[in-house]
């Protein structure tokens, strides 16, 4: 049976108690924060990309073994403004919203002019993140809106731009055991240089209350990276972070900025701007974390496209990182709504591949042009010095078919073994969660017949022995006749079922989470 992504989805504000089937651990107290799109049709007008959608917002809170369940749809600017035209008015990545053909001159020029230099959607619906005490929906625009994580109501709207000139940002920033928050974020054509901004939020929700909010106040910049070419930023979606370096992939996908200027005039959207280009190498750069400088060496690799980071880690004068990489931008063609639509038959997505990267960060003088500089003996990932003192670095895959890595965020930076991922096949959509040992390969997988899960969230078992001492939770889409969508949670180590609780209510596929714990 196949799944409806383009159907409107009500909300569900009113706290909703869930059924329970099984025993949750008395330990597993907080709140699993989803976000997603929701209303994909406003009137007579409708969107073209999956991810346009108007952000709804899920809550999943755990308290006492019970688990109660509320939605709501994230009330900015964009939600407002189409709900009052009763019709899409405000432009998403993929979708062009064009002035009812009734109105005015003055209308359509102020219209254009918005479009030439882009005001950015607020329909924050790709993640949750924390900046201090305060807890934000996010897309990747500067925009950024405040939600109250127990009711879900839509707060302030904040803009980077005020604490930072950047245009766009990442939505999965890091943390650190301190709660401080780091991130990274796109200057285009800022004082004539486009460049790429890494950037930290201390936490301050203790100590003097007057610091507390917002805490982007006390935004402070870490480095900037410039870009390899003024008019054309890469696109990126996530970095990685150890103990001591930022890992950046400046990858040959590139947004072009004067095609973005003219897609209106053009009737075109902005994805459209988004161009690969395989002939290019793809750049890594490791930059110190307390200098905030680059590393001596050049890294690069073959051209790919990366969404997300797996995470990274420091050993014996390496750098190794993890990523989830394709061969070409298919992955966000996938997502047109009638691409979807026709989602059993088969699909031109590039497979995407979990690959190891292993980063030498000191080279040796006596090493020759052609040598392989890795040498650690468990990975077949390599770097080989080329002329000028350059490296070529291939990488190791760890396995296929897979998306949307989450790991115990206690490992996060730091040697791990363990990491839990949807299974995607020649589809983007998931049928299948698994647990991958790294040292192993070792795939242990959980399905059901008509489910579709999400993203699984690894939640950790307080003063838990051993890496995958939890449990993961993910959200399941749920076809079979008679039965609702349902919160699955299974023990980390077996990767066995321990509770479900079904919702009474319809689930709607999403994107990303953030579990907040009951304490927090």
């Given at each position: 049976?196949?799944?409806?992504?383009?159907?409107?989805?009500?909300?569900?504000?009113?706290?909703?108690?869930?059924?329970?089937?099984?025993?949750?651990?008395?330990?597993?107290?907080?709140?699993?924060?989803?976000?997603?799109?929701?209303?994909?049709?406003?009137?007579?007008?409708?969107?073209?990309?999956?991810?346009?959608?108007?952000?709804?917002?899920?809550?999943?809170?755990?308290?006492?073994?019970?688990?109660?369940?509320?939605?709501?749809?994230?009330?900015?600017?964009?939600?407002?403004?189409?709900?009052?035209?009763?019709?899409?008015?405000?432009?998403?990545?993929?979708?062009?919203?064009?002035?009812?053909?009734?109105?005015?001159?003055?209308?359509?020029?102020?219209?254009?002019?918005?479009h030439t230099v882009p005001d950015f959607t607020d329909n924050c619906g790709?993640?949750?993140?924390?900046?201090?005490?305060?807890?934000?929906?996010?897309?990747?625009?500067?925009?950024?809106?405040?939600?109250?994580?127990?009711?879900?109501?839509?707060?302030?709207?904040?803009?980077?731009?005020?604490?930072?000139?950047?245009?766009?940002?990442?939505?999965?920033?890091?943390?650190?055991?301190?709660g401080t928050a780091y991130n990274m974020g796109t200057s285009i054509a800022?004082?004539?240089?486009?460049?790429?901004?890494?950037?930290?939020?201390?936490?301050?929700?203790?100590?003097?209350?007057?610091?507390?909010?917002?805490?982007?106040?006390?935004?402070?910049?870490?480095?900037?990276?410039?870009?390899?070419?003024?008019?054309?930023?890469?696109?990126?979606?996530?970095?990685?972070?150890?103990?001591?370096?930022?890992?950046?992939?400046?990858?040959?996908?590139?947004?072009?900025?004067?095609?973005?200027?003219?897609?209106?005039?053009?009737?075109?959207?902005?994805?459209?701007?988004?161009?690969?280009?395989?002939?290019?190498?793809?750049?890594?750069?490791?930059?110190?974390?307390?200098?905030?400088?680059?590393?001596?060496?050049?890294?690069?690799?073959?051209?790919?496209?990366?969404?997300?980071?797996?995470?990274?880690?420091?050993?014996?004068?390496?750098?190794?990182?993890?990523?989830?990489?394709?061969?070409?931008?298919?992955?966000?063609?996938?997502?047109?709504?009638?691409?979807?639509?026709?989602?059993?038959?088969?699909?031109?997505?590039?497979?995407?591949?979990?690959?190891?990267?292993?980063?030498?960060?000191?080279?040796?003088?006596?090493?020759?042009?052609?040598?392989?500089?890795?040498?650690?003996?468990?990975?077949?990932?390599?770097?080989?010095?080329?002329?000028?003192?350059?490296?070529?670095?291939?990488?190791?895959?760890?396995?296929?078919?897979?998306?949307?890595?989450?790991?115990?965020?206690?490992?996060?930076?730091?040697?791990?073994?363990?990491?839990?991922?949807?299974?995607?096949?020649?589809?983007?959509?998931?049928?299948?969660?698994?647990?991958?040992?790294?040292?192993?390969?070792?795939?242990?997988?959980?399905?059901?017949?008509?489910?579709?899960?999400?993203?699984?969230?690894?939640?950790?078992?307080?003063?838990?022995?051993?890496?995958?001492?939890?449990?993961?939770?993910?959200?399941?889409?749920?076809?079979?006749?008679?039965?609702?969508?349902?919160?699955?949670?299974?023990?980390?180590?077996?990767?066995?079922?321990?509770?479900?609780?079904?919702?009474?209510?319809?689930?709607?596929?999403?994107?990303?989470?953030?579990?907040?714990?009951?304490?927090?």
């Amino acid at each position: 049976m196949a799944y409806d992504y383009a159907k409107n989805i009500e909300e569900r504000p009113d706290p909703v108690k869930a059924d329970l089937k099984g025993n949750l651990p008395s330990w597993l107290q907080g709140t699993l924060l989803r976000n997603g799109p929701g209303i994909f049709s406003v009137g007579d007008t409708t969107y073209n990309h999956w991810f346009d959608g108007m952000a709804l917002m899920h809550s999943f809170t755990f308290k006492d073994g019970e688990v109660i369940y509320r939605s709501r749809y994230l009330r900015g600017d964009t939600y407002k403004d189409n709900m009052a035209a009763k019709r899409i008015v405000v432009s998403e990545m993929g979708t062009m919203a064009y002035p009812d053909p009734g109105k005015n001159v003055i209308s359509r020029v102020i219209t254009f002019l918005n479009h030439t230099v882009p005001d950015f959607t607020d329909n924050c619906g790709n993640n949750f993140i924390r900046y201090g005490k305060d807890y934000y929906a996010t897309s990747e625009t500067n925009y950024i809106r405040k939600v109250d994580p127990v009711t879900l109501e839509t707060q302030d709207k904040v803009d980077y731009m005020k604490y930072l000139a950047v245009n766009l940002v990442t939505s999965h920033p890091h943390y650190d055991k301190d709660g401080t928050a780091y991130n990274m974020g796109t200057s285009i054509a800022e004082k004539g240089k486009t460049k790429y901004t890494l950037f930290k939020v201390p936490d301050t929700t203790a100590g003097d209350k007057a610091n507390a909010s917002p805490a982007l106040k006390n935004l402070e910049v870490i480095c900037t990276v410039p870009c390899r070419s003024l008019l054309s930023p890469s696109y990126y979606h996530s970095f990685g972070m150890t103990d001591n370096y930022f890992i950046f992939i400046e990858q040959p996908f590139k947004l072009d900025i004067l095609k973005m200027a003219t897609a209106y005039m053009r009737g075109v959207n902005w994805a459209s701007c988004l161009k690969f280009c395989p002939e290019e190498n793809t750049l890594i750069h490791l930059i110190d974390r307390k200098t905030g400088k680059e590393v001596g060496i050049k890294y690069y690799t073959e051209a790919m496209i990366v969404y997300h980071h797996v995470n990274a880690f420091e050993e014996d004068g390496h750098v190794i990182f993890d990523v989830i990489a394709y061969e070409d931008p298919s992955l966000y063609n996938m997502f047109y709504l009638n691409v979807l639509k026709e989602q059993s038959k088969t699909s031109a997505m590039s497979v995407p591949k979990c690959k190891r990267f292993a980063l030498p960060v000191q080279t040796d003088k006596g090493i020759d042009v052609g040598d392989d500089m890795v040498k650690l003996q468990y990975t077949t990932a390599s770097a080989v010095k080329e002329k000028e003192g350059k490296l070529l670095c291939q990488p190791e895959v760890l396995c296929d078919s897979v998306e949307l890595p989450r790991i115990n965020y206690d490992f996060n930076g730091k040697k791990y073994r363990f990491v839990y991922m949807t299974c995607v096949a020649m589809t983007a959509v998931a049928t299948k969660i698994m647990k991958l040992d790294i040292e192993t390969k070792e795939r242990t997988e959980w399905s059901e017949e008509n489910c579709w899960p999400s993203e699984p969230v690894f939640i950790p078992r307080p003063n838990g022995e051993g890496e995958d001492d939890g449990v993961v939770l993910t959200t399941v889409i749920n076809s079979n006749p008679g039965e609702s969508g349902f919160i699955l949670v299974l023990d980390a180590k077996s990767f066995k079922e321990v509770a479900r609780a079904y919702m009474n209510a319809e689930l709607h596929m999403d994107m990303h989470g953030y579990f907040i714990p009951m304490e927090n």
